[in-house]
């Protein structure tokens, strides 16, 4: 399965830095074995998607709004960022989920949206450190990838343990694989046969000094990046680390 190594900028970038990072990038991407996303600020939407096309870098959204227009001040609706030029939409982040209170049920209405809109939806899920250290994390992650997915979803589900997201700490390898197995057999069960074949990334302080151990264990479909994906070189060792996996050259 061909990973997706995708960037989630958050709340960071002007559009002069926007524009060097994704330019950098472009730049140094050269052949990769996997699909690199960016998910840049909706203000750079329209700007990097312009300066991309034509190139390999996949351009995102970060958000969506569950309804295709109307009066929802401040927000931005999936078809629009459809017409800037985003071809994926990251949903269901852990930091949107904590910070605008973000149930399932939204999240799936969402995921309806950007489909609907034609864009890649990737599905973030993942424990809280209290809800792992009371042994909670399989049934938190699987109430919300059932509660989060509709029963025809075809698009990537992220493991992103809220614990590991920005803090440099990561779960050991075997939590890792464990966690990854689970989801499989819960999309499985859930989805049907589609559940077999989608792609599960993992995210949470990856960087490019564990990237390697961590893209080459099973079930791990990629990675979904943040502060490191801020720093093209990082980003691209990355992408580079997820290459050596699939070609059988294990890097570093
Ligand atoms: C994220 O927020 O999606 C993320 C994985 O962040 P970081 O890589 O900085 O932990």
Known sequence: MRQLIAGNWKMNGKLADGAALAASLDAQAGDLACDLLI??????????AAQLSGSKIHVGA???HAKPSGAHTGDISAPMLRDAGAAWVILGHSERRADHGESDAVVLAKVLAA???????IVCVGETEAQRLAGEQNTVVALQLTGSLPPDFAGVVAYEPVWAIGTGRTPSE?????????????????LGATGGGLRILYGGSVKPSNAAALMSLPEVGGALVGG????????????HASDAVATGVRAG
């Open 228 to 239: 490191a994906s801020l720093v093209a070189a990082d980003f691209l060792a990355i992408a």
């Open 174 to 190: 075997a939590d890792v694989a464990e966690m990854h197995a689970h989801i499989r057999a819960t999309l499985v069960s859930h």
């Open 115 to 121: 489909v609907a809109a034609g864009l890649a939806p």
């Open 62 to 64: 970060q958000d969506c």
């Open 39 to 48: 998910c840049p600020p909706a203000t750079l939407l329209a700007t990097l």
